[in-house]
Nanobody, 124 residues
Framework: QVQLVESGGGLVQAGGSLRLSCAAS????????MGWFRQGPGKEREFVAA???????HYADSVKGRFTISRDMTKNTVYLQMNSLEPEDTAVYYC??????????????????WGQGTQVTVSS
């Protein structure tokens, strides 16, 4: 059974930083694209960042230069370092994984595996 478990969310002041982690179990994701999505209050789920197995990345314009996605293949874990946080970043953040060898995608419908989400709240 595949599981993605996020951690690292919390409450932070504007301008602060958080690092989210997503630990995968049940299969290796070393050959799969991993992504982060978020869903703010009253908003639809939106793409944040993704990294494929070659470590190619793509970011949403709203987080470019502030957020960094990375992965540790040995730990089957993907991270999202979030700096210069803004109140608009407040959301539930979800980790997601694609099937093997599927490339970068901004569409949530193309991710087969999802975590339960972790809340990030940025106060002004």
């Amino acid at each position: 059974q595949v599981q993605l478990v996020e951690s690292g969310g919390g409450l932070v002041q504007a301008g602060g930083s958080l690092r989210l982690s997503c630990a995968a179990s049940g299969r290796t994701f070393s050959s799969a694209t991993m992504g982060w999505f978020r869903q703010g209050p009253g908003k639809e789920r939106e793409f944040v960042a993704a990294m494929d197995w070659r470590h190619s990345t793509h970011y949403a314009d709203s987080v470019k230069g502030r957020f960094t996605i990375s992965r540790d293949m040995t730990k089957n874990t993907v991270y999202l370092q979030m700096n210069s946080l803004e109140p608009e970043d407040t959301a539930v953040y979800y980790c997601a994984g694609r099937t093997l060898w599927a490339g970068l995608s901004l569409s949530s419908t193309e991710y087969a595996y999802w975590g339960q989400g972790t809340q990030v709240t940025v106060s002004s």
